[in-house]
């Protein structure tokens, strides 16, 4: 189904900075009205500022409330949505214990909880726009279950919501992409460490995966990972999993060695 964004609306969450912020951009650069949610009001004025098409509008995507009224503003202001990008988004920390429970749920509730509250608000605005598109950014994170197991947890959901939804809601009109990230530096995952090293190169920006979203609106794509050689391990994952498992325990017993290592020549 082939989709046309100039003049279209979009509503993208999480646009306040990093992957959103670029995103919201260049769908305001393509001719679209974009909505662009997060909690730091000045920050999206900012954007706003920058870029004509875009409509800054303040909300929590942990409370159904503010996302039922965002809802509705989009339906009043504009009669339509034919894009919902979810994208607002939280690393997370270590899951080791107890003292981690609230943390691992906060994670969950953000990145797996917050998509599914916007997709049930927009679900009948987005069926009376069709052709739509729902495009949530997940993570590599959620095919190869590594670093935060929260966050890991929260992406893995948000990949098979994304999966059910995408057979269910086509019948609809509505397509559902998920679109996966390896690395990217961003305000919330800095990279900081990985970027210093020989690796560095590895990591992309959020224009890429601006650019990644922007391609799977005009091709109603259902997966898409960027940049796209981290689909290396996601399908050694799958098609080779003994492989796969003994090089990540290889790389986790070397890190593990490398941490004792620095905390003995403290
Ligand atoms: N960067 C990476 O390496 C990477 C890799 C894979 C996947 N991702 C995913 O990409 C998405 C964007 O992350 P990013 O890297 O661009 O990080 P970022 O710059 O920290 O952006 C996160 C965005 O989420 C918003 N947000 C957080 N909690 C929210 C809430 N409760 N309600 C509304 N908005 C909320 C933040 O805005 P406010 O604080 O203003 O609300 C911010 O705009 C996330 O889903 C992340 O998991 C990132």
């Given at each position: 189904?082939?989709?046309?964004?100039?003049?279209?609306?979009?509503?993208?969450?999480?646009?306040?900075?990093?992957?959103?912020?670029?995103?919201?951009?260049?769908?305001?650069?393509?001719?679209?009205?974009?909505?662009?949610?997060?909690?730091?009001?000045?920050?999206?004025?900012?954007?706003?500022?920058?870029?004509?098409?875009i409509r800054?509008?303040?909300?929590?995507?942990?409370?159904?409330?503010?996302?039922?009224?965002?809802?509705?503003?989009?339906?009043?202001?504009?009669?339509?949505?034919?894009?919902?990008?979810?994208n607002?988004?939280?690393?997370?920390?270590?899951?080791?214990?107890?003292?981690?429970?609230?943390?691992?749920?906060?994670?969950?509730?953000?990145?797996?909880?917050?998509?599914?509250?916007?997709?049930?608000?927009?679900?009948?605005?987005?069926?009376?726009?069709?052709?739509?598109?729902?495009?949530?950014?997940?993570?590599?994170?959620?095919?190869?279950?590594?670093?935060?197991?929260?966050?890991?947890?929260?992406?893995?959901?948000?990949?098979?919501?994304?999966e059910?939804?995408?057979?269910?809601?086509?019948?609809?009109?509505?397509?559902?992409?998920?679109?996966?990230?390896?690395?990217?530096?961003?305000?919330?995952?800095p990279?900081?460490?990985?970027?210093?090293?020989?690796?560095?190169?590895?990591?992309?920006t959020?224009?890429?995966?601006?650019?990644?979203?922007?391609?799977?609106?005009?091709s109603?794509?259902?997966?898409r990972?960027?940049?796209?050689?981290?689909?290396?391990?996601?399908v050694?994952?799958?098609a080779?999993?003994?492989?796969?498992?003994?090089?990540?325990?290889?790389?986790?017993?070397?890190?593990?060695?490398?941490?004792?290592?620095?905390?003995?020549?403290?």
């Open positions: 189904m082939s989709f046309e964004p100039r003049g279209k609306v979009a509503v993208v969450t999480g646009a306040s900075s990093g992957i959103g912020a670029a995103t919201a951009a260049r769908l305001a650069r393509l001719g679209m009205t974009v909505v662009a949610v997060a909690r730091r009001e000045d920050r999206l004025h900012e954007l706003a500022a920058a870029h004509p098409g800054p509008y303040v909300a929590d995507i942990t409370d159904q409330a503010a996302v039922d009224r965002l809802a509705a503003w989009v339906e009043t202001q504009f009669g339509a949505c034919h894009v919902l990008v979810n607002a988004g939280v690393p997370g920390r270590s899951f080791r214990g107890r003292d981690d429970l609230d943390d691992t749920l906060h994670t969950i509730e953000v990145n797996l909880a917050g998509p599914i509250r916007c997709m049930a608000a927009f679900a009948s605005l987005l069926e009376a726009s069709a052709p739509a598109r729902v495009v949530n950014v997940a993570s590599v994170a959620g095919k190869l279950g590594v670093g935060p197991a929260g966050y890991a947890a929260s992406k893995f959901g948000l990949v098979g919501l994304s059910a939804t995408g057979l269910s809601w086509a019948r609809k009109g509505i397509t559902v992409c998920e679109l996966n990230p390896g690395f990217i530096h961003t305000e919330g995952f990279k900081d460490s990985l970027r210093a090293s020989r690796l560095g190169r590895l990591v992309g959020p224009d890429d995966v601006a650019r990644a979203v922007h391609d799977v609106i005009l109603g794509a259902p997966e990972t960027v940049p796209r050689w981290y689909r290396i391990p996601v050694l994952r799958h080779a999993t003994p492989v796969y498992r003994s090089l990540v325990s290889r790389m986790g017993r070397a890190s593990g060695a490398r941490d004792r290592d620095r905390d003995r020549d403290r």
